[in-house]
């Protein structure tokens, strides 16, 4: 995975270990790309422990974490929310969103085949992927 050479937002959408690959490309974003506003929607099952935003190194970040396996509790930091990433982006990845930016999937492949039918029907113009797993039947 590469991220394009130009000015639109870049939107990573992540499951899981689908968020390794995306540190580091967010993390050289920051160094060559510095003014591209870049969003991270992460859904994790309950692991939240040892994720701190502190971990990428980029000036425009936007940090949505979702978790699925566990009750919100206080000590979360605010950008965390609990349930499915699938409502986490349908609640904040509008068409006009999806049509001025690039978006990145990783995750299992059934994940990254339903993020990618979502946005194709809002009207996404760039969707660059990478699945891994097995597909749940």
């Known amino acids: 995975m590469k991220l394009g050479d ?8 992540s499951t899981g270990a689908g968020l390794a690959p995306f540190v580091g490309m967010i993390n050289q974003a920051g160094q060559l790309q510095p003014h591209i506003p870049i ?3 992460a859904g994790l099952r309950d692991n939240i422990a040892n994720f701190t935003q502190d971990f990428f190194r980029h000036p425009a970040l936007d940090l949505l974490v979702t978790i699925s396996g566990s009750s919100r509790e206080e ?14 982006l349908t609640n904040n990845i509008t068409s006009k969103i999806a049509k001025e930016s690039e978006f990145y999937l990783c995750g299992n492949p059934d994940f990254v085949a339903s993020t990618r039918e979502f946005l194709e029907n809002i009207g996404a113009a760039s969707i660059v992927e990478e699945s891994f797993g097995t597909v749940i039947k």
């Open 39 to 41: 969003k991270l929607f």
């Open 75 to 88: 000590s979360w930091p605010t950008f965390v929310s609990e349930g499915r990433i699938n409502k986490l």
């Open 6 to 13: 130009n000015d639109w937002t870049k939107v990573f959408v």
